[in-house]
Structures are given as C-alpha cells and as structure tokens.
C-alpha cells in the first residue's frame, strides 16, 4: 500500500520521515542517555596488574643466585674455623673430612630453604663455589701470615731454616731445593704452584662432597 505525508509527497515502504519536509510518520521507541549519576554511582574496576616477581630461590646455582652465594659462603666460612682446630697427627684427615662436609652442607642447606632438589651437576657446582670462598679466604689468611713473618727475613728464610733442621746438609736433594729457594724467581715459581695446588684440592673436595649431597637427599625423597 502506497503511503503518503500530509505534505503530498509519496513515501517509500516503512519511512521513518518524509522526504520532503522531514515529518516523522510513527513513534520511535523511547531511547534515553543514561544517567551520569548512575554511571558514577557504579563501583569502578581496576584493571588486574601483573607482575613478574622474582623467585627467592632461582632454580639455576650460580653467582648470580644470591641465596647460594650466602649459603655458600657461609659454609666456607665454617670450615675454614673447623679447619684450624689443632688436632695434631689428625690435621690431614680433619681437613678433608671439612672440605668435603662444606660442599654436603651447602646443599642440604639450600634444599632445606628453598625445597629444590638439586641434581648431581648443580649440587657439584654449589660445592665448588663454596670451595672457591674457601680458597679466598685461606689465601687471605695466608696473606696475613706473610705479613707476620716478613719481619723474620720472608717466607724463603724460615723455609729454609725448617728443611736445614729437618735433613742433612749434605742430602742433594735438600741441596738443590735450597738453591731453588734462595732465588726470587725459584720462590715465586713454588708459590704459584703451592696457590695452583691449594686451588684445585680446596674447590675439588667440596665439590664432591655438593655431588654426593644431592644424590643422597635424592634417594631419601
């Protein structure tokens, strides 16, 4: 059925308005704004904030993990007082059994607070960090005792004066390591193999001693 306004003009199916002079032809259905004040009155929603925090124990045992470095260090600390106890004829013995008791420790402390289960390689490798503090600090120490004892004419000096009064003069053997003492060159070359040697015995032991740690607190889980 063709419609048409009041105007005259012929309208198209379902127009809303006239063409012509813009007459509405039905009622629109009522659409209102909504109230600002509802709006306002609606609690508003903070959007979630995500965070990245760092874990206090990081799975991977190195020097940038800080709690193993502290663990670490604080058993090296322990056996290097353990360590110096006089104990006579067992001093050898004691030492080992220090030195491989750091590395066990370190372990079994940093899986006791972080509840990590370390595997063979990590478990060596926090042994060997506490061996490394432990070779600091007997260097330190070390270091210390030159001082002392420089004013008795050095370390070469009170060498010498053990390995006379402990062998014959006329021992070749002694002979020669004499002569290698009284040059600084000689000297140098037995304290950078002594420091060489010390190195590789104070961080092999605690390592082992990490390695057995964390197979023996893997078999009792």
């Given at each position: 059925m063709v419609e048409f306004c009041s105007c005259g003009a012929q309208l198209p199916e379902d127009a809303l308005f006239c063409h012509r002079c813009g007459k509405p032809q039905r009622e629109l259905p009522d659409v209102h704004a909504p109230d600002p004040h509802e709006v306002l009155d609606e609690p508003l929603l903070a959007p979630p904030v995500l965070t990245a925090d760092e874990p206090a124990f990081p799975t991977a045992i190195n020097f940038h993990n800080r709690p193993a470095v502290r663990i670490c260090l604080f058993c090296a600390v322990a056996a290097s007082v353990l360590s110096s106890l006089p104990l006579g004829v067992l001093s050898v013995f004691w030492l080992l059994l220090t030195l491989l008791g750091s590395g066990f420790v370190a372990v079994y402390v940093y899986h006791r607070r972080s509840g990590q289960f370390l595997a063979t390689r990590a478990g060596a490798r926090m042994g060997w960090m506490t061996g490394?503090?432990?070779?600091?600090?007997s260097m330190i120490v070390f270091a210390m005792k030159m001082v002392a004892v420089s004013g008795q004419g050095g370390l070469g000096a009170i060498l010498r004066e053990q390995m006379e009064s402990s062998a014959s003069r006329d021992d070749a053997n002694m002979q020669e390591a004499l002569r290698i003492l009284e040059s600084p060159q000689g000297l140098a070359t037995l304290l950078i193999f002594v420091l060489f040697v010390a190195f590789l015995f104070f961080t092999a032991l605690p390592a082992i001693g990490g390695a057995l740690g964390?197979?023996?607190?893997?078999?009792e889980q």
């Open positions: 490394l503090f432990y070779w600091v600090i964390s197979k023996i607190i893997e078999k």
